[in-house]
Every structure is written in C-alpha cells, then in structure tokens.
C-alpha cells in the first residue's frame, strides 16, 4: 500500500519545511522499495526479478541519502536515534 503524502505543505514554518520535505521523499522511497521487491517477488521471470531487486537497491541509496541530509537539519532525530539504538542495545544485549 502506498503512503498518502500531505500534498498541503502550505501550514508549515520555514525552519521545518526542508526537515518535513525530506520526510516526504524518505516516505516515498520506503514505498518505491516495498513496491519493486513486492513485485519481484510476483514475478516468475528471473531477469525482471533481477531489474526490480537492483531497482528496489538503488532506491536504499536514496533512502540513506535523504537521511543523511535530515540528520543535518534535525538535532532532535540525531538525538532520538542515539536513544533508540540504546534501547536496542539494552533490549537485545547486542
């Protein structure tokens, strides 16, 4: 199922509009990836499984890509992914 992405992004500041921007494009991504590895999963012909794995890949890259830039603009998400790797770390031992 595909994300329905806020087409209204007239009520946000400007301070956060870049951070909700990229949000928007991480969202999409995720989808484009659930998408191609869903299909290549329904397809029987292993070039076209090939095409989308490889697809769904590049779409990983773009994933990193929009949250290495968001990473930059947004402090709190830095910080909220150091507690939940803490978290991980306690729950799993690992």
Do not use: C, W
């Not at 590895?37 to 929009?66: P, W």
């Amino acid at each position: 199922m595909l994300s329905k992405i806020p087409a209204d992004l007239s009520k946000l500041t400007k301070k956060t509009l870049n951070q909700e921007l990229l949000r928007v494009a991480i969202i999409a991504e995720l989808d484009a990836i659930n998408l191609y590895e869903q299909l290549a999963a329904l397809s029987d012909d292993a070039d076209i499984k090939k095409v989308f794995l490889d697809i769904a890949k590049e779409e990983k890259t773009h994933v990193g890509e929009f949250q290495t830039m968001l990473l930059r603009l947004d402090k709190e998400q830095v910080q909220e992914m150091e507690h939940a790797r803490e978290e991980i770390k306690e729950l799993t031992g690992k």
